[in-house]
């Protein structure tokens, strides 16, 4: 699948920033033990699994590259993972931390990877223009900005967006960088985006997550 241009703030042929070459990380490897252990990525909108949805918003927004990190449903999952054109890797062992899995995820990247954009796969709200809108935003941030995650009514949400140095931190497990905890620290090369899109906080954590999702949502 070829990706689609990087054209949410302006017409790449003009845009000063230039083409990033982003690779997408899509975290899978969990247990839903919250959701009464299923694997959330197979959980279906409009009919199609929630994995294969939002691969599919990540080529169409732009993106150049998907790795796709399984655990758990590493085998249920192959028979969406058949189809993709992704990267799969899989978590070796049972117990492991979404700071692992993300390890894990980054340490696949191409030499010419300039960012990563990392997406939970629990998130059955997020369309084309909310990746791009967020790609956008890193890209005509402040030349300090190394990491940039939406906020909506101070509450983080995701995908985040950081630069590839950024990544080789977390590769070599440096501090908290990756870790829930990380992103509550304040550090001039991170870029709180504020905005008002409920897409980036929305998830499906718990059964009652999926419900209200349900009765919310037309997609399913």
């Known amino acids: 699948m070829s990706p689609a241009p990087q054209d949410g703030c302006c017409d790449d042929a003009e845009c000063a920033t230039g083409r990033l070459r982003v690779t997408a990380v899509v975290l899978a490897a969990g247990e839903g033990r919250r959701l009464g252990y299923r694997p959330k990525g197979l959980i279906t909108v409009k009919g199609e699994t929630l994995l294969a949805r939002n691969v599919r918003v990540l080529f169409e927004a732009g993106v150049d590259e998907v ?7 590493s085998e249920q999952l192959q028979t969406v993972l058949a189809d993709l054109p992704v990267k799969q890797v899989s978590q070796p062992t049972l117990t492991h931390s979404q700071r692992d899995s993300l390890g894990l995820g980054l340490a696949e990247l191409p030499a010419d990877c300039e960012a990563v954009l990392v997406m939970p796969v629990d998130m059955p709200s997020l369309i084309r223009g909310d990746v791009v809108a967020l790609m956008a935003a890193y ?38 960088f990756g870790s829930g905890a990380w992103r509550a620290q304040t550090q001039a090369w991170q870029l709180e985006w504020e905005t008002d899109n409920p897409h980036y906080v929305t998830d499906i954590d718990t059964p009652e997550d999926l419900a209200h999702w349900q009765s919310a949502s037309q997609d399913l």
């Not at 005509?140 to 990544?167: D, L, Q, T, W």
């Open 67 to 73: 790795v796709v990190v399984t655990g758990h449903y």
């Open 139 to 176: 890209k005509h941030a402040a030349p300090e900005i190394a990491f940039i995650g939406p906020v909506v009514a101070g509450r983080p949400g995701n995908p985040v967006v950081f630069a590839r140095h950024v990544a080789e931190r977390i590769i070599q497990g440096e501090g908290e």
